[in-house]
């Protein structure tokens, strides 16, 4: 399947990016999903600091690559093998890619999962690659999927099955943001009914930690953002 993608070649190119354009739209390809893996139709994928941080280069990947990885869309193709969803379903994209099977995931702590990290490290899905190309060379994947595109091949272990009434952009929220703001105040940081909580910083993750801390029942929830 061929389609669009926003490209990076080059991180850490100089201000302002209107003018030096570090992203560049290039017509990609990526064979038929392989056992385990998925086609996605990106409906919204979202910006998180994290993809500026790609094109920056403050945190170092693999080039050329695709950034994006707070994404929700509609299954467009299954690969041999891939049971949870099907053709048409609506999906969250979540870039903590869990192999399932290692001691971590078990343990329920699948953000440690060693070997969803390596993959995304090396900027490839867990099931292998990377499956796209440009001209024929290898593009690296963000995160297990490159949301900054018209559709996305990941693996079925980077999804997320979501309700068909909820908007694709609130739901790509929940592949990073949510994850991490929700995640830490729930479970991290385990705040307890009538706590009194502060969040610094209210970005996405903040926001979003916030929420976690009015479901997780605080009393008290005190803010703290430059504006
Ligand atoms: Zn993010
Ligand atoms: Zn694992």
Same mark, same amino acid.
């Given at each position: 399947?061929?389609?669009?993608?926003?490209?990076?070649?080059?991180?850490?190119?100089?201000?302002?990016?209107?003018?030096?354009?570090?992203?560049?739209?290039?017509?990609?390809?990526?064979?038929?999903?392989?056992?385990?893996?998925?086609?996605?139709?990106?409906?919204?994928?979202?910006?998180?600091?994290?993809?500026?941080?790609?094109?920056?280069?403050?945190?170092?990947?693999?080039?050329?690559?695709?950034?994006?990885?707070?994404?929700?869309?509609?299954?467009?193709?299954?690969?041999?093998?891939?049971?949870?969803?099907?053709?048409?379903? $609506?999906?969250?994209?979540?870039?903590?890619?869990?192999?399932?099977?290692?001691? $971590?995931?078990?343990?329920?702590?699948?953000?440690?999962?060693?070997?969803?990290?390596?993959?995304?490290?090396?900027?490839?899905?867990?099931?292998?690659?990377?499956?796209?190309?440009?001209?024929?060379?290898?593009?690296? $994947?963000?995160?297990?999927?490159?949301?900054?595109?018209?559709?996305?091949?990941?693996?079925?272990?980077?999804?997320?099955?979501?309700?068909?009434?909820?908007?694709?952009?609130?739901?790509?929220?929940?592949?990073?943001?949510?994850?991490?703001?929700?995640?830490?105040?729930?479970?991290?940081?385990?705040?307890?009914?009538?706590?009194?909580?502060?969040?610094?910083?209210?970005?996405?993750?903040?926001?979003?930690?916030?929420?976690?801390?009015?479901?997780?029942?605080?009393?008290?929830?005190?803010?703290?953002?430059?504006?």
């Amino acid at each position: 399947m061929k389609f669009k993608a926003a490209v990076l070649r080059k991180s850490g190119l100089p201000h302002p990016y209107a003018a030096s354009r570090p992203l560049s739209i290039e017509t990609v390809e990526v064979p038929p999903p392989a056992a385990g893996e998925v086609i996605v139709g990106i409906k919204a994928a979202s910006l998180c600091h994290s993809d500026l941080s790609v094109v920056n280069g403050d945190r170092a990947w693999p080039m050329p690559i695709v950034p994006g990885h707070e994404a929700a869309g509609v299954v467009e193709e299954v690969g041999p093998g891939v049971h949870s969803v099907k053709p048409g379903d $609506h999906v969250a994209l979540i870039f903590l890619t869990q192999c399932g099977e290692c001691e $971590h995931c078990i343990a329920g702590k699948p953000s440690l999962c060693a070997r969803g990290t390596q993959a995304n490290r090396e900027g490839r899905l867990l099931s292998g690659g990377p499956r796209l190309r440009s001209d024929g060379q290898a593009i690296h $994947h963000h995160m297990g999927f490159s949301a900054f595109a018209q559709y996305a091949l990941v693996s079925e272990k980077s999804l997320v099955k979501i309700p068909d009434d909820l908007p694709f952009v609130e739901a790509s929220l929940f592949g990073c943001a949510v994850m991490c703001g929700a995640g830490t105040a729930l479970y991290s940081a385990g705040i307890r009914p009538g706590q009194s909580v502060a969040v610094f910083g209210l970005g996405g993750v903040g926001l979003s930690a916030v929420l976690g801390a009015v479901t997780a029942g605080a009393a008290r929830i005190i803010v703290v953002d430059p504006g």
